[in-house]
Each structure stands twice: as C-alpha cells, then as structure tokens.
C-alpha cells in the first residue's frame, strides 16, 4: 500500500521505518493535514494523521475526491476526526488506543514532583549562583488527597504510583459503576465532591462536548485554597481564560499543563526568535507557579514504538482486506461524546 504521513515529526521517522518493515511504499511530510494539503493524498491507499491535523468535513470531501479511504491516527484522541462524517463518506478511521497509559502517567507525576518541590525555580537559582533555600520549601506528596478525573487507562496508572506516595485517592469518571480497580483504593464521587475535597487534581478524561471547559469558574472557586491542578489530557477540558483568572487571584497554588487548549500552531514548532501571538499563552508562560511543557506526555521510546508499530498493524489489516479492532465506530463513540 502507499501511505502518506502528515505533520510526521523527525523523530518519528526511524520508528516508522522499523515498524513497516519495507511492507509498504511510505512517505513522511512535514505539513499538517488541512483544507489546502488535503490534495498531496491524491495516488495513496492511506494516510496517517497526527493530533493537531484537521480531519474536518471539508478535508475529509477532499480526502474522498482523491479516493483515500483509510486514515490511521498515530494517537489515542481522535476529538480532531469527524469520525460521523468518516462514516458516512465511507472513509475508515483507526487509532492507536493504548500506546502507553505508563507514559502519560509518569510524566503526570513529574509534573506534580516538579511543582510540589519547586525543582524549575531550584535550577534557575544555581544557575544564577543562588544556593538559598528560603523560596524552595515544597510540599509532601505523602498523606495529600489526590482527585483524579477521568480513570481509564492513564487515569488508572496514575492511581497505580500514587498509592506506592501514600496518597489518598478520590475518583470521578462518567462510568460511574467503578467501585475499586484492581487492588487500588480509588474512592469515586461526584466532580464537585472531588473539587472541594482534593489537594491535587489531576485529568485524564478524553475531549468531548461533555468534557470541553469541564474545569471552568464554577468548579474551580469549589476548590480548595492553593490546589494544584495538572492536565495531561486535552488543553480544552479547562477553561484557560478561568483557571488565568485563579492563578491570578492565587486561589490555585500551581498547575502544570503538558496541553493547551490553543495548541494547534504552536506547540510541536521551534518558534526561536519570533513571539507567539497568543496573550493567555505568554500570561501562562510568565507565572512561576505555571508548569508548560509541549505536549510531550506521550513521548517516551516506549510509547513511539508502539505507536509505530500498532499504526503498520492497522495499514496491513486493510492491506489484507480484513478489519482491523483499531478501527473507531459510532457505537464506541457517540456523536455526542466527539467534537473537532
Ligand atoms: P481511556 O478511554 O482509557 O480513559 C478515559 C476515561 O475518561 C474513561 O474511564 C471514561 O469513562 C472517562 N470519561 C469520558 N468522558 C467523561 C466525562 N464526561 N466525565 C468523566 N469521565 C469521563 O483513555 P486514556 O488512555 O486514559 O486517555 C485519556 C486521554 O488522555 C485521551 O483521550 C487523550 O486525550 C489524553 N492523552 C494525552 C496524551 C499526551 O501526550 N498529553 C497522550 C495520550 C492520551
């Protein structure tokens, strides 16, 4: 089969070429799949699109002009898919459900270690010869409440290590049949419950109608002085101009953000000498009780062989004509729970 990788990233290529095994004819662009690129698909069987590629109504008209009718997603979130209009032009949509949750979750936690023990501000003091400690005191991990929304797959390897700190663990999930996973004393309530109660909160819900500004003024005023907020998940799940407004007032202690929820155009680019158009992102930027790092929870050897890999399993399911359990149906997900 030809296969066309948008918004492929350099250091993806080599795993790419690993995983295919010479099996197929692949080409890896740099351009992100849009309305205007969308026609470089034309002469190939699939294509494989990345997080911040739009796979809207127009393109995918475009992508069934050029008679592609395979799109395979190296990522687990497909809220950038019209996976209803996929459907309906007959385009098959895979994904790669679970790479590793183990990722995500660690880099969840170093985000919570990093914030907790100031570790940011500690390197640029000596940096600059300044070995004081008197703005360096953190915070045990131990014995705190921890709020975890959204436990799947990450959600629950996040439980997984904070038991091991002695954390106690409160859990809101919209599967609310979830008593005890595994041997993990994870406690549920409702989000409000979960708000009021937690010195941490951390997210892991994927992003829908539902969950887009889940985490707005209304919740956040519920929580508790100085609480630290991570999102690992999807920039949109909190409202950005809201949680600005309760760094300002320092009602939120810190909060640490691997996504943001106008990402699309920034994060992923070396943008080295030029200014990112963006007030809220620069305001995020200048706090130092604001973690940012560039979407890279997913980003370990680890989790981009296996995207690599499950990615070709995909392709040679429909290189044999057979279908592969990757592929994303309405059933499994609700035209509610999906927005782009
Ligand atoms: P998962 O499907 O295993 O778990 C998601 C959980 O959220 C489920 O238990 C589900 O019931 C729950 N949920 C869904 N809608 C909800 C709602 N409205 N309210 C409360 N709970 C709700 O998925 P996962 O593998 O744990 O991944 C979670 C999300 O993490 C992904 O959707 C993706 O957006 C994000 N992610 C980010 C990165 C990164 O690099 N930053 C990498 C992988 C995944």
Same mark, same amino acid.
């Given at each position: 089969?030809?296969?066309?990788?948008?918004?492929?990233?350099?250091? =993806?290529?080599?795993?790419?070429?690993?995983?295919?095994? #010479?099996? +197929?004819?692949?080409?890896?662009?740099?351009?992100?799949?849009?309305?205007?690129?969308?026609?470089?698909?034309?002469?190939?069987?699939?294509?494989?699109?990345?997080?911040?590629?739009?796979?809207?109504?127009?393109?995918?008209?475009?992508?069934?002009?050029?008679?592609?009718?395979?799109?395979?997603?190296?990522?687990?979130?497909?809220?950038?898919?019209?996976?209803?209009?996929?459907?309906?032009? #007959?385009?098959?949509?895979?994904?790669?459900?679970?790479?590793?949750?183990?990722?995500?979750?660690? +880099?969840?936690?170093?985000?919570?270690?990093?914030?907790?023990? #100031?570790?940011?501000?500690? =390197?640029?003091?000596?940096?600059?010869?300044?070995?004081?400690? $008197?703005?360096?005191?953190?915070?045990?991990?131990?014995?705190?409440?921890?709020?975890?929304?959204?436990?799947?797959?990450?959600?629950?390897?996040?439980?997984?290590?904070?038991?091991?700190?002695?954390?106690?663990?409160?859990?809101? $999930?919209?599967?609310?049949?979830?008593? =005890?996973? #595994?041997?993990?004393?994870?406690?549920?309530?409702?989000?409000?419950?979960?708000?009021?109660?937690?010195?941490?909160?951390?997210?892991?819900?994927?992003?829908?109608? %539902?969950?887009?500004?889940?985490?707005?003024?209304?919740?956040?005023?519920?929580?508790?002085?100085?609480?630290?907020?991570?999102?690992?998940?999807?920039?949109?799940?909190?409202?950005?101009?809201?949680?600005?407004?309760?760094?300002?007032?320092?009602?939120?202690?810190?909060?640490?953000?691997?996504?943001?929820?106008? /990402?699309?155009?920034?994060?992923?680019?070396?943008?080295?000498?030029?200014?990112? /158009?963006?007030?809220?992102?620069?305001? *995020?930027?200048?706090?130092?009780?604001? *973690?940012?790092?560039? +979407?890279?929870?997913?980003?370990?050897?680890?989790?981009?062989?296996?995207?690599?890999?499950?990615?070709?399993?995909?392709?040679?399911?429909?290189?044999?004509?057979?279908?592969? %359990?990757? =592929?994303?149906?309405?059933?499994? +997900?609700?035209?509610?729970?999906?927005?782009?």
């Amino acid at each position: 089969m030809k296969i066309l990788f948008y918004s492929c990233k350099k250091f =993806e290529e080599s795993y790419l070429e690993k995983a295919n095994i #010479n099996r +197929h004819e692949i080409k890896f662009i740099r351009e992100p799949l849009n309305k205007t690129t969308a026609v470089l698909s034309k002469g190939y069987d699939v294509i494989s699109v990345f997080t911040q590629d739009d796979v809207t109504a127009d393109v995918l008209k475009i992508l069934q002009q050029n008679e592609v009718y395979k799109i395979t997603t190296r990522a687990v979130g497909i809220d950038n898919i019209d996976i209803k209009k996929a459907i309906e032009l #007959n385009i098959k949509v895979a994904n790669v459900p679970e790479y590793s949750p183990e990722a995500v979750a660690e +880099h969840t936690i170093a985000m919570m270690l990093t914030l907790s023990r #100031n570790i940011v501000r500690a =390197e640029k003091q000596i940096k600059e010869y300044d070995y004081s400690i $008197d703005r360096l005191i953190g915070f045990n991990l131990q014995g705190k409440t921890v709020g975890i929304i959204g436990v799947g797959k990450i959600g629950r390897s996040v439980a997984k290590i904070l038991k091991a700190f002695g954390c106690q663990l409160l859990g809101y $999930d919209i599967k609310k049949n979830k008593k =005890e996973i #595994n041997d993990i004393p994870v406690a549920f309530t409702s989000l409000e419950n979960l708000c009021r109660n937690a010195d941490i909160i951390t997210i892991h819900t994927p992003l829908s109608e %539902e969950t887009k500004y889940m985490i707005d003024d209304k919740l956040l005023s519920m929580m508790k002085y100085n609480v630290m907020i991570i999102n690992t998940a999807r920039g949109a799940i909190i409202n950005t101009k809201d949680i600005i407004k309760h760094l300002k007032s320092k009602h939120i202690g810190s909060f640490g953000m691997d996504v943001y929820e106008k /990402e699309k155009g920034i994060f992923f680019i070396n943008h080295l000498g030029k200014k990112i /158009e963006d007030e809220d992102l620069e305001t *995020l930027m200048e706090m130092p009780n604001v *973690l940012i790092t560039p +979407h890279i929870a997913f980003a370990t050897v680890e989790a981009i062989e296996k995207i690599a890999e499950t990615t070709f399993h995909n392709i040679s399911c429909w290189a044999k004509n057979t279908i592969s %359990e990757n =592929e994303v149906t309405l059933s499994a +997900h609700s035209e509610k729970t999906l927005i782009y």
